[in-house]
């Protein structure tokens, strides 16, 4: 009895998984798309931050390659250029559209979520459209990016059909009445296209976002530490709808801190995207942060100065050395408007790592060349040194819980980033 439920269940689980390919077409020529809904799609491929994922370092744009580490193995991003025999040349509206709504390719293949097609299934249909008119358009590019590298057996596909099962919930995206239209296009965009609870909410032991209450609650993204974006967070003045969207289109806030990180690419985009389409992002996800502790008591200098040096004076003279030059008063970076260390959210999180990275890889400018720029002293500092500094930093300008084993932490986001 059972064997036979054994083989009944396999059966049933075949039928749930199977996915049937759909026939490829003729590349269209690419002179036949509107150039409206062209324009509309390269907009929307902005927004949604496409281009990182779909090229690898030095590669070309959407040619794919860029390498996506998750705990069960490193996914690389797909060639979506339109080339027939490695890109999606050959695929059909049909085809592209299922892709983006149920997480299949055109030869039936279940995706693996690293692709969030969790949030792409509530993109309309005239944006899918439009996406599909921008990618077909772009030049053809042949290039096959690595094979995926999964912990056995997660290479087999048709398990993502278990993993749809149990995660996979579209829920389309109801425009509020009780909104302004700037808020309600703020919110389509995040929650679908730009998916920014994909990298800025927990994930449970399966890889599934949680969602509901712990929405936004902060996540881990390629070894950062995004923080909550909802009322849990951690900034020192409060994100208002200005502040934040000059953040995204610059990638930086005189009343916070530069982009790091993950969020470089994303500001990256966001500053070639429409302004209304990076204000209602900035409405939305301001009002997310509503409630938020915002105006944190800034430490007492003296006091804190004193505290930290006698704590950390290997730290302080590290900092001397090789920190003093830009971001005490009155270096010329801070005379030109930078925002002071205080200010940045990572000394008021609850972990180090956004510290240890910023240290680590350092800052460079994700929007102009002229934006924020800082060194990075993985080379030129040892883990021992780096925990100093950041135990320094921490104990003089931070507030929040305790970082305890901070080395620890070092090492193992310098190991991430080899």
């Known amino acids: 009895?059972?064997?036979?439920?054994?083989?009944?269940?396999?059966?049933?689980?075949?039928?749930?998984?199977?996915?049937?390919?759909?026939?490829?077409?003729?590349?269209?020529?690419?002179?036949?798309?509107?150039?409206?809904?062209?324009?509309?799609?390269?907009?929307?491929?902005?927004?949604?931050?496409?281009?990182?994922?779909?090229?690898?370092?030095g590669g070309r744009p959407y040619a794919g390659g860029y390498p996506i580490k998750t705990p069960f193995g490193t996914i690389y991003g797909?060639?979506?250029?339109?080339?027939?025999?490695?890109?999606?040349?050959?695929?059909?509206?049909?085809?592209?559209?299922?892709?983006?709504?149920?997480?299949?390719?055109r030869d039936g293949r279940h995706l693996y979520p690293a692709f969030p097609y969790t949030h792409f299934a509530n993109v309309t249909n005239g944006d899918v459209n439009a996406l599909y008119a921008f990618l077909m358009t772009r030049p053809a590019v042949r290039a096959v990016p690595p094979a995926n590298r999964m912990i056995p057996p997660l290479g087999f596909r048709p398990l993502l059909a278990g993993w749809k099962l149990l995660f996979f919930r579209p829920q389309p995206i109801a425009s509020d009445p009780t909104r302004s239209p700037a808020w309600n296009r703020g919110r389509y965009i995040g929650e679908t296209l730009a998916h920014c609870t994909a990298c800025h909410s927990p994930r449970g032991l399966l890889q599934q976002e949680k969602r509901g209450a712990q929405a936004y609650d902060g996540g881990w993204s390629g070894g950062w530490y995004a923080p909550p974006i909802n009322a849990h967070s951690p900034a020192v003045r409060a994100w208002t709808a200005d502040r934040l969207e000059a953040y995204l289109r610059t990638g930086l806030s005189t009343a916070h801190a530069a982009a790091a990180g993950p969020m470089g690419p994303v500001t990256h985009n966001l500053a070639r995207a429409a302004p209304a389409d990076v204000r209602a992002l900035a409405t939305y996800y301001a009002w997310q942060m509503r409630g938020a502790p915002a105006t944190r008591t800034e430490p007492s200098l003296p006091d804190r100065l004193a505290l930290a040096s006698r704590r950390h004076p290997d730290?302080?003279?590290?900092?001397?050395?090789?920190c003093a030059v830009c971001h005490e008063p009155g270096a010329a970076m801070m005379v030109a408007g930078r925002p002071a260390l205080p200010l940045g959210t990572p000394l008021h999180e609850d972990n180090p790592r956004d510290t240890i990275q910023i240290i680590l890889k350092g800052l460079h400018p994700p929007v102009a060349p002229r934006g924020p720029y800082m060194p990075a002293f993985a080379d030129a500092l040892d883990d021992r040194q780096v925990a100093e500094i950041v135990g320094y930093l921490k104990m003089r300008h931070g507030t929040g819980p305790a970082w305890t084993d901070v080395e620890k932490d070092v090492a193992k986001a310098r190991k991430e980033g080899e």
């Open 1 to 57: 009895m059972a064997a036979i439920a054994l083989c009944v269940g396999a059966v049933i689980f075949a039928v749930i998984a199977y996915r049937p390919a759909i026939a490829e077409e003729a590349r269209p020529d690419p002179r036949l798309f509107d150039t409206a809904l062209v324009a509309r799609g390269a907009n929307l491929a902005r927004l949604g931050n496409c281009v990182s994922c779909h090229q690898a370092e």
């Open 78 to 105: 797909s060639n979506i250029t339109p080339d027939t025999a490695t890109g999606i040349g050959a695929w059909s509206p049909a085809a592209f559209k299922r892709a983006m709504h149920e997480g299949v390719g």
């Open 315 to 322: 730290g302080a003279r590290l900092y001397d050395g090789a």
